[in-house]
């Protein structure tokens, strides 16, 4: 079993910033597909952004293209989602999920997820 931690999230202001963390138990963790998806008050979950198992490949909704950015560190086991110039409609309980099983990386189906970390942006 997979288990996965969201840290980072918060109370920010429209245009600042947020780092979100996801660190898993996945291992070996570079065998790990990872996506970000996020679920705003009153909506279903949506995609935000994937990073392929050795991090060179990333793909994002585009929303948020231009101001989020996935990272990886497998060393550390743990997925960033750098989030800049937030808005209001980015406030929702953001969501880190694995796989294991090979899909194209547009994909939205993940076998492991997080609990969520809370963002809120204000306007």
């Known amino acids: 079993q997979v288990q996965l931690v969201e840290s980072g999230g918060g109370l920010v202001q429209a245009g600042g910033s947020l780092r979100l963390s996801c660190a898993a138990s996945?291992?070996?963790?570079?065998?790990?597909?990872m996506g970000w998806f996020r679920q705003a008050p009153g909506k279903g979950r949506e995609f935000v952004a994937a990073?392929?198992?050795?991090?060179?490949?990333?793909y994002y909704r585009d929303t948020v293209k231009g101001r989020f950015t996935t990272s990886r560190d497998n060393a550390k086991n743990t997925m960033f989602l750098q989030m800049n110039s937030l808005k209001p409609e980015d406030t929702a309980v953001y969501y880190c999920?694995?796989?294991?099983?090979?899909?194209?990386?547009?994909?939205?189906?993940?076998?492991?997820w997080g609990q969520g970390t809370q963002v809120t942006v204000s306007s």
């Open positions: 990073i392929s198992r050795s991090g060179l490949t990333t």
């Open positions: 999920a694995a796989r294991i099983t090979i899909r194209m990386l547009n994909d939205p189906q993940y076998e492991y």
């Open positions: 996945a291992r070996p963790f570079d065998t790990y597909a």
